[in-house]
């Protein structure tokens, strides 16, 4: 794999809590004295938002809040631009705890840092569509000029170019979610707050809203923290899911890891029913492929490396492990026989290949039409990996399968 | 037997007690009220009807988003009106009706606006509104004679007092009705107070508080006629005299002038907030 950078923490949640109720630091000290949110509610009709919550956001990911509706990742999304006051507890982002702030300063940092994009869109109706974009940048106090050009770009970015001066109710929902996200965008803030943004719209829509999310995240590298209660919608665009029951989260971790090792019963009937033909991609479930061989060996050297690891076929690569094709085992015999002095005759081109985050749905008819193991390539044409039949049957078994730790 | 609660007496007390400690104040809103009614009113009666009348029909063709209709309509009533020789009679109840609005809308928005943000107030407010909706009109006659006499004056505080209270409630309830999400919407792209009020709140209400608006001009039309009794000048005075005379021909062609008036206030500010 590539050498990665060390991500940096943009967001650090530190045991938060958040009672509703009168007088609510009680309820802080009934939860650390271990007592439940159902029998905290009875003796203090207190109702208990936030429990002990702690984690991280990596700057430029998308961190994706699930769970069932009243499991608190709204009230936790919230709290992040304190439109919730936590009760107890820190967040810090940027290097501020913001629930120490005082109304001032939190205006000011809410105006720099935070965009927000709403479930039902919030578009405010007697404005025009290019001044819904401006708002936040009006709040800023920016002149008109500037902040309609900032806002023209964002509403570029969306692909909704043209519709400046039409009012919301002549767009359709899809459209108006379009406009929220380029209202969020427009300010350049660091950090967006998405919450049930496409779960109000219809699924065909909802598919396109989230490809498109997931194609603006690659070009601007926002860190987003995305609230949805659909799981086929938190493993397509998270690239960490923190899970949450009870205002507690129960589990983070990627995509793979809380579908491979569901923490606790909880969290493995949410992922019942996924179908992880959809979810795991060829980079989760394929081999290493080692050893490859050089395109201008011989066949000598081939057959050797393939009786020393025991193999019918080895992949042939170029500089930086571009892939130039395979050879098989009997072929290599016969070169030898002949006594060639490369392999170019014998390497088998033009074979099928898959890419990184190709679906096992999508890599299952590959594999079944093709004599050869699989090739995985990136986007350089560079061999990262192979995949076996054994390995797809593996993987829809639940088994954790050999990864390529590299 | 209980002795009669001295309920009467009290409060003609208190108004003794106003008379005598707060003339002052007294004087000064007085003062007021003339200065807004006689702008109001000197506007209206200097311009002559046949310039009146195109002037008015085309701001009435533009604040109700081109409707030709009600323009032609209002220039027929006008020409009615002006025909039956009522013009001025029928300015002056115009301004009495502008005027006190204007006061009723200048008071009510901002406490509507005030019990939108405070449960306290508001629950305070709601009260004192139902008490004054409920209080039969003549009522507030009574006090506005005995603090500022007969005339225009007394007539424009009965006004203002019996028209005012739908400007605050549908100040109250357009800004309270704003979905919550808007308000959010404020918050978190960092509106302040101020900003969230101008920008978002009072423009989300427009509509409900234009609605206030309609009702309130209604109100006043109706009280600016009932007032003609304390001396307030204008068609109702007419009206008055026509009962007074048993002259039937003299009040109802005052009566209709209120209603020309009337539809043409009602269908003007009720286009406006469509």
């Known amino acids: 794999m590539d050498f990665e950078e060390e991500p940096e923490v943009i967001i650090k949640v530190n045991q938060l809590f958040k009672i509703f109720g009168n007088d609510p630091k009680r309820g802080v000290e009934h939860l650390r004295a271990g007592r439940t949110k159902q029998e905290i509610f009875e003796k203090t009709s207190l109702i208990v938002g936030l429990d002990d919550v702690s984690f991280e956001v990596m700057k430029g990911e998308t961190f994706v809040l699930m769970g069932l509706s009243g499991c608190g990742k709204s009230t936790l999304l919230r709290s992040l631009n304190r439109l919730i006051h936590p009760t107890a507890g820190e967040i810090i982002i940027g290097g501020r705890d913001i629930v120490g702030m005082n109304d001032d300063e939190i205006r000011e940092f809410r105006r720099d840092n935070i965009g927000m994009v709403f479930q039902n869109f919030a578009l405010l109706p007697h404005r025009s569509i290019l001044d819904n974009v401006a708002f936040g940048l009006e709040i800023q106090g920016m002149p008109l000029a500037e902040r309609h050009e900032k806002s023209r770009a964002a509403l570029e970015l969306v692909g909704l170019s043209g519709y400046e001066t039409s009012m919301p109710d002549q767009l359709s929902g899809g459209m108006k979610q379009r406009v929220g996200l380029a209202r969020a965008l427009a300010g350049d803030a660091e950090i967006l707050l998405m919450d049930e943004a496409f779960s109000a719209l219809d699924p065909l829509i909802r598919r396109d809203m989230q490809d498109e999310l997931i194609d603006l995240q690659e070009r601007l590298n926002k860190t987003v923290i995305f609230v949805t209660h659909d799981l086929d919608e938190a493993l397509k665009i998270g690239n960490r899911i923190a899970l949450m029951m009870d205002g507690k989260i129960i589990q983070v971790g990627t995509a793979e890891e809380i579908l491979m090792n569901p923490e606790n019963e909880y969290v493995e009937r949410f992922v019942a029913d996924v179908d992880m033909t959809k979810v795991l991609t060829a980079k989760d479930i394929m081999m290493k492929a080692d050893p490859v061989i050089y395109c201008k060996s011989g066949p000598h050297h081939a057959a050797r490396l393939m009786k020393e690891f025991g193999i019918s076929s080895l992949f042939v690569v170029s500089q930086h492990r571009i892939l130039r094709g395979i050879v098989m085992l009997e072929d290599v015999v016969e070169a030898v026989k002949h006594d060639k002095k490369t392999l170019e005759e014998t390497t088998i081109q033009d074979i099928p290949f898959v890419q990184l985050d190709t679906p096992i749905s999508e890599i299952i008819p590959v594999i079944a039409d093709s004599r050869y193991p699989l090739p995985v390539l990136d986007e350089d044409a560079r061999l990262k990996g192979m995949i076996m039949r054994s390995s797809v049957l593996l993987a829809l078994a639940r088994k954790e399968p050999e990864t390529n730790d590299s | ?274």
């Open chain 2, 1 to 274: 037997m209980i002795p009669k609660l001295p309920i009467g007496d009290l409060v003609a007390d208190l108004v003794d007690w106003i008379e005598f400690n707060l003339g002052w104040l007294l004087d000064i809103i007085t003062a007021g009220f003339k200065t807004v009614l006689n702008g109001f009113a000197d506007i209206l009666m200097i311009i002559p009807p046949l310039i009146f009348i195109p002037i008015l029909a085309i701001l009435v063709y533009l604040v109700s988003h081109r409707n030709l209709r009600l323009a032609l309509l209002s220039i027929a009533g006008l020409l009615l009106i002006w025909n039956l020789q009522l013009w001025d009679l029928s300015m002056m109840t115009l301004a009495l009706v502008i005027a006190s609005t204007f006061i009723a809308l200048l008071i009510g928005v901002p406490l509507g606006i005030l019990a939108s943000g405070n449960d306290t107030f508001d629950a305070v407010i709601r009260v004192l509104l139902d008490f004054m909706q409920t209080m039969p009109p003549f009522v507030y006659l009574i006090p506005a004679v005995i603090f500022f006499s007969l005339g225009n004056v007394p007539g424009m505080i009965a006004t203002v007092i019996f028209a005012m209270p739908p400007a605050i409630r549908l100040t109250n309830l357009g800004i309270r009705q704003i979905p919550t999400e808007l308000i959010e919407v404020a918050d978190a792209f960092g509106a302040t107070p101020r900003q969230k009020l101008l920008k978002v709140q009072l423009p989300g209400a427009l509509p409900t508080i234009m609605t206030g608006v309609n009702q309130c001009i209604m109100l006043a039309l109706s009280m600016a006629v009932i007032a003609s009794m304390i001396g307030a000048a204008g068609l109702g005075y007419q009206v008055l005299v026509g009962i007074q005379r048993v002259n039937i021909a003299m009040g109802f062609e005052a009566g209709l002038a209120i209603v020309i008036l009337a539809i043409i206030l009602d269908r003007v500010t009720q286009s406006v907030v469509r």
